[in-house]
């Protein structure tokens, strides 16, 4: 069984400091993970995904994560905040050769301060 | 433009009443699912497929059906049982179920009056 965890249901930082929010995984077996946002009221985005072709992944609006098998994380983050990147984020995971569903965190909201 | 829909945005049930969630791929996946989404729980899987007139339970399976008699069609249905349905229901596909990303529509958000 795989589950996923994300730190903080809600984190604030300010216009143009740094994103950082936090997720850790278990599988047993090596997993797909993914970061996807969502924006109200509205469905899910896809910003990036890890299928151990390189552990640093770069997606969409300037965010990356880095999936780091020895800490069971893969961490989200983006240089620079714009007031435009507040929504909700969802980490998620598949066990690699599973066809059922996505296992996601329970979300962590993005404020971002003027 | 390719894409997932869903329908309608907002739909309003009493209780006792089944209601149906529509979903539809224009994308040519094989895979489609429904989950749920609660405030502060992350989304839950209802049920998946991964070939037409196949399904599979997923883990609030209960209180909710399926069919999938074509491709680009996944409806989902929330019965009565369900005993409570008020979410916001979120509908996906993917071309492969073990490795690619899925794919989600905008959602629908029901409550029962």
């Known amino acids: 069984a795989q589950s996923v965890t994300q730190l903080g249901s809600h984190v604030s930082v300010s216009e143009g400091a740094l994103v950082l929010l936090r997720c850790n995984y278990s599988?047993?077996?090596?997993?797909?993970l993914f970061w996807y946002v969502q924006y109200p009221n509205q469905g899910l985005q896809l910003l990036l995904k890890?299928?151990?072709?390189?552990?640093l992944v770069k997606g969409i609006n300037g965010f990356e994560a880095e999936f780091k098998k020895s800490e069971t994380s893969f961490h989200l983050t983006k240089p620079s905040a714009h007031m435009s990147d507040a929504a909700e984020y969802f980490c998620?995971?598949?066990?690699?050769?599973?066809?059922?569903?996505?296992?996601f965190g329970k979300g962590t909201h993005l404020i971002i301060q003027p | 433009d390719g894409g997932i829909t869903q329908s309608p945005k907002y739909l309003f049930r009493k209780e006792g009443q089944n209601v149906t969630l529509s979903c539809e791929q224009n994308?040519?996946?094989?895979?489609m699912y429904w989950y749920r989404q609660d405030p502060g729980q992350g989304l839950r899987l209802i049920y998946y497929?991964?070939?037409?007139?196949?399904?599979q339970k997923g883990d609030i399976a209960e209180g909710y059906s399926v069919s999938r008699e074509k491709k680009e069609s996944f409806p989902l249905t929330v019965t009565s049982a369900q005993k409570n349905p008020t979410a916001f229901y979120l509908c996906?596909?993917?071309?492969?179920?073990?490795?690619?990303?899925?794919?989600f529509g905008p959602g629908t958000r029901l409550t029962v009056l």
């Open positions: 996906a596909s993917s071309s492969d179920p073990q490795s690619d990303t899925q794919y």
């Open positions: 599988s047993s077996v090596p997993p797909y």
């Open positions: 890890y299928t151990s072709a390189a552990t």
């Open positions: 998620a995971v598949r066990a690699g050769g599973g066809a059922d569903g996505l296992t």
């Open positions: 994308l040519n996946h094989d895979a």
């Open positions: 497929s991964q070939i037409v007139n196949d399904f």
